[in-house]
C-alpha cells in the first residue's frame, strides 16, 4: 500500500476535521486549567499541528498543549508571576530538547516494557471514559480533557461522576447517545466503514450539532447550555489578533526561576511526547516505527515557535494521537491539517464551531477510550506471566489515581522490578549432579545477583562437594567475583570441595 501523504487525503482529510474538534476544547481546557490567556492554548495546538509533522517521522501522533503540564505551568506561573516569563521558559525548552535531539536523547523511550506502555493506553482509556462522561451528559465540570485524578475544584475523578449523575441534561444524553450510536454503527458496518469522507466520528459531531440546534428551534428545554458547547474566542478584527498575542520577556533570560521552569518543562513535556509516540506506534495498524529523536527535534522547534508568539509548550499527546487512530488517519498529513483547521476555525470559524455540543465530542474520546480499554485487552494480559501483567495493572491503577506522569513513573519502576527479579532467579541455578551442588551462573551475573549467590553459598553444608559451573556465563561483575573469592578462601576452612569449570582462563584471572 501507498503510504505516502498525497495518496492518503481521503482518510486523513476526515481525520484531521475529527481531531480539529476534538483538540479545540482540550486546547481551552489546558490554558484554562493552567492560568494563562485561552488563546495561548489555541496558539500551541497550531503550531504542534503544523510544524511537528514537518520535522518529525511519526505518520499518527498529534501535537499541542498537554494536560500532564497543567501542574507544572501552575507553579511556574505562581513562581514567576508573568506569563511572558513563561513564554520565554517555553521557548529555553524547546532549545533544549533540540539539544538532547542532537545527542540522541530519544533512546529513553525504548527502556519502557511493553506492559507498562500497554498499562498507559489502557488507563487513559478508562480516564478517558470516566472523565467525558460528565460532558456527555450534560454536566461542565470546567476542564474538559484534564487527565489527573484531582482536578482544580477538588473533584476526583469519581465524584466527579457522581456529581454528574445528579445533574443529567437530556438533550446532552440525547446527543452523546446519537453520536455513539452512529460511532457503534460505523465501527460495525463495513460498507460504512469504507467511507473515508464521512468518517464515523465526523458524522457524529455534524449530527450531534444539527440534533442540538433542533432543540433549540422546536424543543427549547431540551437544548444544551451555552457552557456545554465549545467556547471559541471570536476574531473580528486584525486589531483583535493583534491584541491577543504575547512575546517572552527577554529581559528574564538571567533568571534561575525561569531556567527550573524550562528544565521541569522540557521533562514532562518530552516524557509525555515519547511516550505518545511509542503508544502511537502500537495502535499504527501499519506497525511503523518513529525515530525518537525526530521527534524532539520537531517537539523543540514547535515549543520554540510557540513561545515567540504567546503560545503554551506543546507535546505530542496521547488523547489526541489515539483520536486521530480511531479517526482513520494513515499518514501525518492529518495532524498537519489538524493544524491548519484549527488555524482557519480561531480565524474564521469561531461562530460556527461554537454550535458543536461537547456532548458530541465526548461521545467520540469515550468510543476512543473503550477501545483503548477494551476487555479483549485485560484478557490477554492476564494470560501472560505475573511479570507482564503485574506492571500492567500497576501502571493503570497508579495513573488513575495520581497523574499521568506520576503513574508512568510507578509503572516504570514496577516494571524494573519484575525485570530485576526475573534475573535475580534465572541468572543463577542450584542443582545436583550426582553427590555434588551444582552452581551454574547464567547470561550476565551482576552485582544484582551478588545477594543471592551469597545466600547460596552460605548455606552450604561442610564437607560438600560444589561445582561452580560458568558455562552459559557471558560476563560476571567484579562484585560477583568478590563474592567467589571469599567463597574460595571459606571453602578451605569448612572443608568444601570447590572444582570449577566451564570459566575462561581471562574471567578467572579477572578475580585476583
Not at 420 to 433: F, P, Q, T
Not at 469 to 485: P, Q
Given at each position: 500500500?501507498?503510504?505516502?501523504?498525497?495518496?492518503?487525503?481521503?482518510?486523513?482529510?476526515?481525520?484531521?476535521?475529527?481531531?480539529?474538534?476534538?483538540?479545540?476544547?482540550?486546547?481551552?481546557?489546558?490554558?484554562l486549567?493552567?492560568?494563562?490567556?485561552?488563546?495561548?492554548?489555541?496558539?500551541?495546538?497550531?503550531?504542534?499541528?503544523?510544524?511537528?509533522?514537518?520535522?518529525?517521522?511519526?505518520?499518527?501522533?498529534?501535537?499541542?498543549?498537554?494536560?500532564?503540564?497543567?501542574?507544572?505551568?501552575?507553579?511556574?506561573?505562581?513562581?514567576l508571576?508573568?506569563?511572558?516569563?513563561?513564554?520565554?521558559?517555553?521557548?529555553i525548552?524547546?532549545?533544549?530538547?533540540?539539544?538532547?535531539?542532537?545527542?540522541?536523547?530519544?533512546?529513553?523511550?525504548?527502556?519502557?516494557?511493553?506492559?507498562?506502555?500497554?498499562?498507559?493506553?489502557?488507563?487513559i482509556?478508562?480516564?478517558i471514559?470516566?472523565?467525558?462522561?460528565?460532558?456527555?451528559?450534560?454536566?461542565?465540570?470546567?476542564?474538559?480533557?484534564?487527565?489527573?485524578?484531582?482536578?482544580?475544584?477538588?473533584?476526583?475523578?469519581f465524584?466527579?461522576?457522581?456529581?454528574?449523575?445528579?445533574?443529567?441534561?437530556?438533550?446532552?444524553?440525547?446527543?452523546?447517545?446519537l453520536?455513539?450510536?452512529?460511532?457503534?454503527?460505523?465501527?460495525?458496518?463495513?460498507?460504512?466503514?469504507?467511507?473515508?469522507?464521512?468518517?464515523?466520528?465526523?458524522?457524529?459531531?455534524?449530527?450531534?450539532?444539527?440534533?442540538?440546534?433542533?432543540?433549540?428551534?422546536f424543543?427549547?428545554?431540551?437544548?444544551?447550555?451555552?457552557?456545554?458547547?465549545v467556547?471559541?474566542?471570536?476574531?473580528?478584527?486584525?486589531?483583535?489578533?493583534?491584541?491577543?498575542?504575547?512575546?517572552?520577556?527577554?529581559?528574564?533570560?538571567?533568571?534561575?526561576?525561569?531556567?527550573?521552569?524550562?528544565?521541569?518543562?522540557?521533562?514532562?513535556?518530552?516524557?509525555?511526547?515519547?511516550?505518545?509516540?511509542?503508544?502511537?506506534?502500537?495502535?499504527?495498524?501499519?506497525?511503523?516505527?518513529?525515530?525518537?529523536?525526530?521527534?524532539?527535534?520537531?517537539?523543540?522547534?514547535?515549543?520554540?515557535?510557540?513561545?515567540?508568539?504567546?503560545?503554551?509548550?506543546?507535546?505530542?499527546?496521547?488523547?489526541?494521537?489515539?483520536?486521530?487512530?480511531?479517526?482513520?488517519?494513515?499518514?501525518?498529513?492529518?495532524?498537519?491539517?489538524?493544524?491548519?483547521?484549527?488555524?482557519?476555525?480561531?480565524?474564521?470559524?469561531?461562530?460556527?464551531?461554537?454550535?458543536?455540543?461537547?456532548?458530541?465530542?465526548?461521545?467520540?474520546?469515550?468510543?476512543?477510550?473503550?477501545?483503548?480499554a477494551?476487555?479483549?485487552?485485560?484478557?490477554?494480559?492476564?494470560h501472560?506471566?505475573?511479570?507482564?501483567?503485574?506492571?500492567?495493572?500497576?501502571?493503570i491503577?497508579?495513573?488513575?489515581?495520581?497523574s499521568?506522569?506520576?503513574?508512568?513513573?510507578?509503572?516504570?519502576?514496577?516494571?524494573?522490578?519484575?525485570v530485576?527479579?526475573?534475573?535475580?532467579?534465572?541468572?543463577?541455578?542450584?542443582?545436583?549432579?550426582g553427590?555434588?551442588?551444582?552452581?551454574?551462573?547464567?547470561?550476565?551475573?551482576?552485582?544484582?545477583?551478588?545477594?543471592?549467590?551469597?545466600?547460596?553459598?552460605?548455606?552450604?553444608?561442610?564437607?560438600?562437594?560444589?561445582?561452580?559451573?560458568?558455562?552459559?556465563?557471558?560476563?560476571?561483575?567484579?562484585?560477583?567475583?568478590?563474592?567467589?573469592?571469599?567463597?574460595?578462601?571459606?571453602?578451605?576452612?569448612?572443608?568444601?570441595?570447590?572444582?570449577?569449570?566451564?570459566?575462561?582462563?581471562?574471567?578467572?584471572?579477572?578475580?585476583?
Open positions: 500500500m501507498n503510504l505516502s501523504p498525497l495518496h492518503n487525503l481521503r482518510a486523513d482529510v476526515p481525520a484531521a476535521v475529527v481531531v480539529a474538534l476534538v483538540a479545540m476544547p482540550l486546547c481551552l481546557g489546558v490554558a486549567a493552567s492560568g494563562t490567556p485561552l488563546v495561548a492554548g489555541l496558539i500551541a495546538g497550531v503550531m504542534g499541528g503544523v510544524l511537528v509533522p514537518l520535522f518529525s517521522r511519526s505518520p499518527l501522533a498529534v501535537s499541542g498543549p498537554t494536560p500532564a503540564i497543567v501542574a507544572t505551568l501552575l507553579v511556574a506561573m505562581e513562581s508571576h508573568s506569563f511572558p516569563a513563561l513564554l520565554l521558559a517555553g521557548v525548552a524547546g532549545g533544549i530538547q533540540i539539544i538532547l535531539a542532537l545527542f540522541r536523547a530519544g533512546v529513553i523511550a525504548y527502556f519502557f516494557p511493553s506492559a507498562v506502555i500497554q498499562g498507559i493506553l489502557s488507563a482509556g478508562i480516564i471514559i470516566l472523565k467525558q462522561f460528565p460532558y456527555a451528559i450534560g454536566f461542565d465540570i470546567g476542564e474538559f480533557g484534564n487527565q489527573d485524578f484531582w482536578d482544580s475544584h477538588g473533584e476526583n475523578t465524584s466527579a461522576v457522581l456529581s454528574a449523575l445528579a445533574h443529567v441534561e437530556w438533550g446532552a444524553l440525547l446527543v452523546s447517545a453520536a455513539l450510536s452512529i460511532l457503534i454503527l460505523w465501527d460495525n458496518v463495513a460498507i460504512l466503514r469504507k467511507q473515508t469522507w464521512l468518517s464515523g466520528p465526523l458524522m457524529a459531531v455534524v449530527l450531534g450539532t444539527l440534533l442540538n440546534l433542533l432543540f433549540v428551534h424543543l427549547p428545554g431540551l437544548a444544551i447550555d451555552k457552557s456545554n458547547l467556547n471559541l474566542p471570536v476574531i473580528r478584527s486584525l486589531a483583535d489578533l493583534q491584541g491577543m498575542l504575547q512575546m517572552p520577556d527577554w529581559g528574564m533570560i538571567g533568571s534561575k526561576t525561569v531556567w527550573i521552569a524550562a528544565i521541569a518543562i522540557t521533562f514532562i513535556a518530552s516524557l509525555e511526547s515519547l511516550l505518545s509516540i511509542e503508544a502511537s506506534d502500537k495502535l499504527d495498524p501499519f506497525k511503523r516505527r518513529t525515530p525518537l529523536d525526530r521527534e524532539l527535534l520537531g517537539q523543540g522547534v514547535a515549543n520554540i515557535a510557540s513561545g515567540l508568539i504567546g503560545g503554551l509548550p506543546v507535546a505530542a499527546v496521547i488523547v489526541r494521537s489515539t483520536a486521530n487512530v480511531a479517526a482513520g488517519a494513515r499518514t501525518k498529513a492529518s495532524a498537519f491539517l489538524h493544524g491548519i483547521f484549527l488555524l482557519l476555525a480561531v480565524l474564521f470559524l469561531a461562530s460556527l464551531m461554537n454550535h458543536i455540543p461537547l456532548a458530541a465530542l465526548a461521545a467520540i474520546l469515550i468510543f476512543v477510550g473503550f477501545k483503548l477494551h476487555p479483549h485487552i485485560f484478557r490477554k494480559m492476564f501472560l506471566d505475573k511479570s507482564q501483567y503485574l506492571p500492567f495493572l500497576i501502571t491503577i497508579a495513573i488513575l489515581f495520581t499521568l506522569i506520576t503513574g508512568v513513573v510507578i509503572g516504570l519502576l514496577a516494571g524494573i522490578f519484575f530485576l527479579k526475573a534475573n535475580y532467579h534465572s541468572a543463577i541455578d542450584v542443582g545436583r549432579e553427590d555434588a551442588y551444582k552452581i551454574s551462573l547464567n547470561r550476565e551475573v551482576t552485582f544484582i545477583n551478588k545477594a543471592r549467590l551469597s545466600h547460596i553459598l552460605e548455606r552450604l553444608p561442610r564437607g560438600a562437594e560444589v561445582i561452580l559451573d560458568g558455562k552459559k556465563v557471558r560476563f560476571i561483575d567484579h562484585d560477583v567475583l568478590e563474592v567467589i573469592r571469599d567463597f574460595e578462601r571459606a571453602a578451605v576452612l569448612k572443608n568444601i570441595q570447590l572444582r570449577e569449570q566451564n570459566f575462561d582462563t581471562p574471567v578467572l584471572n579477572s578475580r585476583v
